[in-house]
């Protein structure tokens, strides 16, 4: 892993909720990324970190001493936020057309943006990256520099987590051609920022709706798997994904259940060794987040289970199992990953990670 001389500072937009949180959990000694500002809405600006979450707190782990007595900025007074970092990892929680505006603006001041929202995932240039599989599509920052006007500001983001407990599989099998999907998610509450303190009903229950999801589940992973073109990233038209995202009573781990036919049909060791041997540019340059191993197989036909394997590689990895031919299509299986680390603020600071080591982000 490559050693920093200096940490860059890093600053959280939207820090008191719960992506915001575990960004701050996981940048707790950091090797390269130091959190010296927190922002968050009117409401917690100028209290302590401490006060304005007292007890919200909804980490297993405790709040770091580093962050507890940082004054909370107002995260629309983005010069004031912006003067004090090198970058910014971005969790706010606004209107859609608020967010985009708010992240360019940060990105006006010169200062790169790692967001976890969806706002900006369509946007032409701006890439949306699983760092295992897409880091060429930061290729297109150049073009939306030359767009805002800024030498070092940006905006890169993280698809939805809902994704990645099937997407990478898709990267891994390219070369057979992948060309029907259908998938189910069962996503946990932390996805939507509850525990079941604050949810009850979802205690025993399933509820079959996830506003804007199933959308996103079908048509960001033909992003990721797309290519650069002329300074914008042009999906991939394959394969065509049809998903149906059920809340279950989970709190942290997103599973998939996965039916899939390809153009050429490989066999089942052929899939598993495409999976278990699946590395990128994280494991290629040791990043201080990446999982060693990012894909595990399990044999055995009651796993991926939540409890015993959502953690997975400090919940950076994506466990699959139960893969097995099918009636009506090729294969079928299933998919497990951690949806506030892999699927949300542990993908970002892979992202960031990535953007270091390949120079987009320095020291201010
Ligand atoms: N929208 C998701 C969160 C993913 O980023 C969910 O509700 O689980």
Known sequence: MRKMEQKLRAGILGATGMVGQRFISLLENHPWFEVVTVAASERSAGKTYEEAVSDRWKMDTPMPESVKKLVVLNVNEVKKVADTVDLVFSAV??????????????????????????????????????????????DVIADQKKRLGTTRGFIAVKPNCSIQSYAPCLAAWKEFGAKEVVATTYQAISGAGKTFKDWPEMVENIIPYIGGEEEKSEQEPLRVLGKVENGEIVKAQLPKITCQCIRVPVFNGHTAAVFINFEKKPTKEQLIEKLVNFKGFPQEAELPSAPKQFIQYLEDDNRPQVKLDVDY???????????????????????????????????????????????????K
């Open 93 to 138: 929680d606004m209107t859609k057309d608020e967010i985009k505006a708010i992240e360019e603006e940060y990105a006006k001041t010169e200062t790169p943006v790692v967001s976890n929202n969806s706002a900006h995932r369509w946007t032409p240039d701006v890439p949306m990256v699983v760092p295992e599989i897409n880091t060429e599509h930061f």
């Open 313 to 363: 590689e400090r919940g950076m990895g994506v466990s699959i199992g139960r893969l097995r031919e099918d009636t009506m299509f090729d294969y079928k299986f299933v998919g497990l990953s951690h949806n506030t680390v892999r699927g949300a603020a542990g993908g970002a600071v892979l992202c960031a990670e990535a953007l270091t080591a390949k120079g987009y982000i320095q020291a």
